[in-house]
């Protein structure tokens, strides 16, 4: 399986959060990226934080975005 942020090599890697509980995930060996269903669950439902206060710019060529102030 190759790595959603380099391409690289991915391993089962197991995670113990406090001794009893534990969970496997998946590290990359190339750049360090761990990733667990929970992450991919956040990851699929990401959204841009804030929208409304961070408006993208205007483009002229689809004449969408904020007016320039
Ligand atoms: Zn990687």
Redesign the pocket.
Known sequence: MA??????L?VPHDLAYDGICSATALR?L????LTDAVILEHRAHWREPYPEANPKPFDPTSGTGAPLA
């Open positions: 790595c959603g942020r380099c391409g690289g991915v990359c190339a750049c360090g990226d």
